[in-house]
């Protein structure tokens, strides 16, 4: 086969190479035996263009290691092993001998969960773009991805203790942050087995970034820059029970600082489950029963659902049912019904998640708002936005589509879910102006190991399949199809059935969507590590309101114990507030003590807010000049910015109350970037 390759690459055009007597720095000097194939011939695209630019594919969610969360037994097989591929790439020992104890997978494919349990060598019935408690990321299928052009790719730690507490099979115990330390470790472990195979330390393919210049150095190199991320239901231990939380500030800072000497520098802050951080976005149809239920056993409550106030909104629960599940609910409670036209979680960010998406700025941590409630999103926005910080990813099509040119303004990346061609090509065109307009890049999320279903072949009789073998996007490389142990997959007629035919999807794309979203993807690499070096260099700005002089129109006063004077505004502390009186035309002013250049103003709202306000500026405190306005304020927290005014005085006017009640001020902030 490796002959016939050659010969074919030598047909469809010269391939860049080194020597005979040299194999290439790309191929490993000590590869075990036996083990999978690559298929894939030529040097990996390297450097940078004319601008400076990396070039490459990103996958912003996936999970090389999940096989060691969830107690260790829900995804069988392993991303390497020293043992070999033998013992990689073999079944849970439940799973045998015909696949009747494969609880897990009858629930997520549905039949009966009777399947041939072997992988190597025959691989029968697993992997399969359908099959989802398989092993997808054998570190070969990673290597052949990395070959076809894929230059980034965030490993996401990933567990959840409630699955891991219900699910039969386990071999060790169920605490988030001990898979996650696990799985973090395990990774690097990857990387010096791989490392082992090209003659020592730092010598291969497969590296481990914890800065996005290191990262860049890395792609320029060719290789492969592996960032980790985090996507677990209680990070920190932050669980809520009844709607308490379970953890505190202290604990927050010490996770986050844990986390970042791991190497992490993403992560998402809820998953699946309401936390004691923020609310979640739900889950459809029986598995969002399912996951319900699981959200009770967590937390002792089910969620909550309202009216949305926005274009935004939650996935619906939708009412079907999931027997297996429900069965592990106590006695006489049973799961809600919910009704139609409200579909938003009730539960937002909390006043721990704030605490801990400003932690996460702190060290310079990109946050991912992918399953987020609308609620609570919608504040993190906020929050990112009053700072002006760009660390933002969408990195699976879990955000609501309405979210995505804000993310793109904030300066944020943003990933599709591997979809299949056609879904996906569609979705890359529908926000291709987006992309023009903001000049970023595209990427996808392959979620593999993530319990997720990928895409499914298009037939052999597709009128315009794959055909092997084909070039690389960059052109300098043939890849034919993918051969391991006694199997030899076919995109066409097979899917996406692991991580190895991510090049052979990608060509699908370009088959059904067009070149144009394939050169999109090949500016996702830059694109993202554009956010990420966005957010390590950003500076907090000095907030010149912070502890000034204020005045106000009026002040409320009905409890001798509460003080809602106008200092309360600038004092640094969202615990307290400036109240007005009860009427629309009021103000709150900020005398700044000398004048500054000011740009940016940021209004964080008690629950008394403005519909309709302005912000006014002033030299004297006498003529005013109004620099920004809404009529369609919604409270929380609101970022006006506008073009450079120098000025000493800051007016908040109120217009028209969002309430019954007058203005209620937290903050106020004054910023000259």
Request: glycine residues 12%; proline residues 4%; hydrophobic residues 35%.
């Amino acid at each position: 086969m490796s002959l016939l390759l050659a010969v074919v690459a030598m047909v469809l055009g010269p391939v860049p190479s080194s020597s005979a007597a040299d194999p290439g720095w790309w191929n490993p000097v000590a590869r075990p035996a036996p083990d999978s194939d690559i298929n894939v011939t030529g040097e990996p695209f390297k450097g940078t263009d004319s601008q400076g630019r990396v070039r490459g594919f990103v996958d912003a969610h996936d999970h090389l290691m999940s096989n060691e969360g969830f107690g260790g037994r829900l995804i069988c097989g392993k991303p390497f092993s020293e043992l070999g591929v033998a013992d990689a790439l073999k079944d849970c020992p439940e799973h045998y001998p015909d696949g009747s104890l494969a609880v897990f997978d009858f629930i997520t494919k549905g039949g009966d969960g009777r399947h041939d349990p072997n992988g190597w060598p025959t691989f029968k019935d697993w992997p399969a773009h359908d099959s989802l408690t398989h092993q997808q990321n054998y570190y070969a299928w990673v290597e052949r991805a990395w070959r076809g052009g894929q230059r980034v790719l965030v490993n996401d730690l990933v567990t959840n203790g409630v699955i891991c507490s219900v699910y039969f099979f386990k071999d060790r115990g169920c605490d988030e942050m001990t898979a996650i330390r696990l799985e973090a470790q395990k990774t690097y472990d990857m990387q010096a087995y791989i490392d082992k195979m090209y003659g020592g330390a730092g010598k291969g393919w497969f590296r481990i970034v914890t800065d996005s210049a290191q990262a860049r150095e890395v792609v320029k190199q060719g290789k492969l820059a592996v960032v980790l991320g985090v996507e677990t239901s209680e990070p920190f231990g932050c669980k809520q029970i009844l709607d308490i939380g379970q953890c505190s500030k202290e604990d927050i800072d010490r996770g986050l600082d844990e986390l970042h000497k791991l190497g992490i520098r993403s992560m998402f802050l809820c998953h699946k489950f309401d936390n004691a951080l923020c609310g979640v976005r739900f889950d459809e149809g029986a598995l969002g029963t399912a996951i319900n239920v699981g959200q009770f056993l967590s937390t002792g409550t089910f969620w909550k659902t309202e009216q949305c106030t926005g274009p935004q909104h939650d996935n619906p629960i939708g009412l079907a049912a999931a027997p297996s599940a429900e069965k592990q609910l106590p006695a006489g409670v049973a799961v809600p019904s919910y009704a139609a036209d409200a579909q938003c979680n009730t539960r937002g960010l909390t006043e721990l998640g704030e605490y801990a998406v400003r932690g996460m700025m702190k060290r310079k941590m990109m946050l991912e708002v992918d399953h987020m409630s609308v609620k609570a999103a919608g504040r993190a926005f906020d929050i990112l936005e009053s700072e002006s910080y760009p660390g933002v990813i969408s990195s699976h099509s879990w955000m609501d589509l309405n979210w995505t040119e804000r993310v793109y303004k904030m300066g944020g990346f943003i990933a599709q879910y591997m979809s299949g061609s056609e879904a996906f090509s569609a979705e890359a065109k529908r926000t291709d102006a987006l992309r023009d307009k903001y000049k970023v890049g595209y990427g996808y999320g392959t979620d593999m190991n993530g319990v997720g279903g990928w895409p499914g072949p298009r037939g052999a009789g597709t009128p315009n399949p794959v055909t092997y073998p084909f070039r690389s996007a960059d052109g300098g490389s043939v890849i034919d199809k993918q051969t391991t142990g006694q199997r030899t997959w076919n995109l066409n007629t097979d899917g996406a059935s692991h991580y190895g035919l991510v090049p052979d999807w990608i060509e699908d794309i370009r088959l059904v969507g067009g070149q144009d979203v394939v050169d999109d993807l090949m500016r996702g690499a830059e694109s993202y590590l554009g956010t990420w070096s966005a957010s390590e260099q950003h500076k907090a700005g000095v907030n010149l309101a912070s502890g000034a002089s204020a005045s106000a129109s009026t002040s409320q006063w009905w409890n001798p114990f509460v003080d809602y004077s106008p200092g309360r505004a600038v004092d640094g502390d969202r615990g307290t507030r400036w109240a007005s009186e009860w009427n629309d035309n009021q103000w709150l002013q900020i005398d700044l003590g000398s004048a500054s250049l000011i740009k940016r103003v940021t209004v964080d709202w008690e629950t008394a807010y403005a519909r309709g306000y302005r912000i006014e500026v002033s030299a004297n405190g006498t003529d005013w000049q109004s620099v920004w306005s809404t009529d369609s304020g919604d409270g929380g927290l609101d970022t006006a910015r506008f073009s450079g005014v120098p000025a000493r005085y800051v007016r908040v006017q109120g217009l028209q109350r969002g309430t019954q009640w007058g203005y209620s001020l937290h903050e106020v902030g004054v910023y000259s970037g």
